[in-house]
């Protein structure tokens, strides 16, 4: 059986490793979600220039 | 504590005073971490298990880590190549839009004021004709110079108007950056504007003709824009009768 020093000790990296893993699923979402709005900016952009051309 | 533990294995977490010795085996145990859980017993009866595990989460999570490092920079540095070809690419559609548009909006204005000159062409054919009938011979004369003023008028508008949007297609070849694209891109028109036009040949010397398209076929003009830092391009093709009685607007090159 784990002494409760060491029953400690893995519930804290446990804890790290979930952090590190939300953190990290956070950060490519927003990463994800900025790249995304970029790429529809340059499509919106593109097709308000070719649409005020044509007219 | 000698023989303790790598650092894998050691309970980093655990005061100094709380630290149970380790058995030997259990250095090893956490060396290979990532391999079997060693569980066999100490002389002493106490078993390694939870040493291998704190090893196994320790030595699990920085590979795993550095792998997620890995990802994330090549997932961002992947997708800001892609997003910056897609920028170059609607960067070149517009530039090729604006080409092929001047160029037909330009071959819409000369088809009219190509109206005009062929109507002057006509009447003065008609008036030299009634020059001939007797009676009629020194009217004719006066409507025929009056007449050759105004097509020669038409036909130097033409010119001009021809001249002037030459100029500006010819700078509109370097496609301009755009907040997103800032890379070199340009544009080549085939043919351009200044050779692609000659003037119809008439009866008479001095009567001037209409101006029409040099090349044959449906084919008026082809643009073409090509950024250099990524192989991406736009081609636009211009159709329409060559005598620009008829314009057929501009579609895809690339599309059959």
Redesign the interface.
């Known amino acids: 059986m784990?002494?409760r020093?060491?029953k400690?000790?893995?519930l804290?990296?446990?804890f790290?490793?979930t952090f590190?893993l939300v953190t990290?699923t956070a950060?490519?979402a927003r990463?994800h979600a900025a790249?995304r709005s970029?790429?529809e900016?340059?499509?919106q952009?593109?097709n308000e220039?070719?649409r005020a051309?044509?007219r | 504590m000698d023989k303790l533990p790598s650092k894998l294995c050691s309970?980093w977490?655990?005061?100094s005073s709380?630290r149970?010795p380790r058995p030997s085996s259990c250095g090893k145990a956490s060396a290979n971490a990532a391999g079997s859980i060693n569980n066999s017993r100490h002389p002493t009866g106490r078993s390694c298990?939870?040493?291998a595990?704190?090893g196994f989460?320790?030595a699990l999570?920085l590979p795993?880590?550095v792998l997620?490092g890995f990802f994330?920079l090549g997932?961002?540095g992947f997708?800001e190549r892609a997003?910056a070809r897609?920028?170059l690419q609607?960067?070149l559609?517009?530039c090729a839009?604006?080409l092929a548009?001047a160029r037909e909006r330009f071959y819409f204005r000369l088809a009219k004021a190509n109206e005009g000159v062929e109507a002057t062409k006509v009447a003065i054919y008609a008036a030299r004709a009634a020059m001939l009938i007797p009676g009629a011979g020194e009217a004719a004369a006066a409507g025929q110079q009056e007449l050759l003023a105004l097509n020669a008028t038409l036909a130097a508008a033409e010119d001009g108007l021809w001249m002037e949007a030459a100029t500006a297609e010819l700078s509109r070849l370097r496609c301009a950056p755009?907040?997103?694209s800032r890379e070199s891109a340009a544009c080549l028109v085939s043919p351009l504007l200044s050779g692609a036009l000659q003037r119809q040949k008439t009866l008479f010397p001095d009567v001037r003709g209409t101006l029409v398209h040099l090349a044959p076929g449906n084919s008026l003009a082809r643009v073409h824009c090509t950024g250099l830092a990524h192989a991406v391009a736009t081609g636009l093709e211009v159709r329409g009768d060559p005598a620009l009685r008829q314009l057929q607007g501009y579609t895809d090159a690339y599309t059959p």
């Open positions: 784990p002494t020093h060491e400690g000790g893995i804290l990296e446990l790290i490793a590190i990290f950060g490519a990463i790249f970029r790429f900016r340059i499509v952009e593109r220039a070719i051309i044509r | 309970a977490y655990l005061p709380s149970s298990e939870t040493c595990e704190n989460l320790l999570l795993i880590l997620l994330l997932t961002i997708t997003q897609a920028a609607a960067r559609d517009v839009v604006k548009a755009s907040g997103y």
